[in-house]
């Protein structure tokens, strides 16, 4: 039995585990009303606030279910966020030698949205543009890109099942390397995984 001089225990006051008894299946509390406050999967009611640390879930796949409002989609699990970095590479065959800067991209779901500035270097490469190492492979059409910083329009053209992306025209023609020679550009490149 639990024994406690004060009328609250704070976390940091106990350890070791605490034991189950009589076949129960978790710790349980009871508020003397018949209410449980915490059991091996407890049912809450109201906010939960935390003063300090982060809310951790152990198991992959696993998230945030909100699927009491139910919508028609196939699922309604937010499973996923992650912050980070990848590293941009020529994929066009020749071997150029591109900088980054502030290569960064944000997951949240199935949707990553990475973002890069590409510093192209002097070139007559007449291959089409492609750049190489998208942090997460495309599986669906790409919800949103753009690029700025070349003298003409053009945008990042994302392939389902690869972890690369064209630089194609507005009018959908194709970018060489010779035509983005000395060029920096910014691409934002949004899709789903």
Known sequence: MLKTVRSTVNVDQ?????????????????????NVVLS???????????????????TSGKGIDFSATPGTGTSELL?????????????????????????????????????TQIEYPATVDVSQAKIGGLPFT?????????????????????????????????GDTTVTNAQLSLVNIFITATYFV
């Open 40 to 58: 091996a999967a407890p049912t809450l009611s109201g906010d939960v606030a935390l003063s300090t640390g982060n809310l951790v879930l152990s």
């Open 14 to 34: 106990i350890t070791g585990v605490l034991p189950v008894v009589n076949g129960g299946t978790g710790v349980t509390t009871s508020t003397g009303t018949g």
């Open 138 to 170: 495309v599986s669906k059409t790409t919800v949103g890109s753009s690029i700025s910083g070349a003298a003409a329009a053009v945008i990042p053209n994302l392939i389902d099942g690869t972890t690369f992306m064209f630089i194609r025209s507005t």
């Open 79 to 115: 499973a996923d966020y992650e912050e980070g970095t990848w590293t941009p590479n020529d994929q066009s065959g020749a071997a150029l030698g591109i900088s980054t800067i502030n290569a960064t991209y944000t997951r949240i779901g199935r949707q990553v949205t990475a973002r």
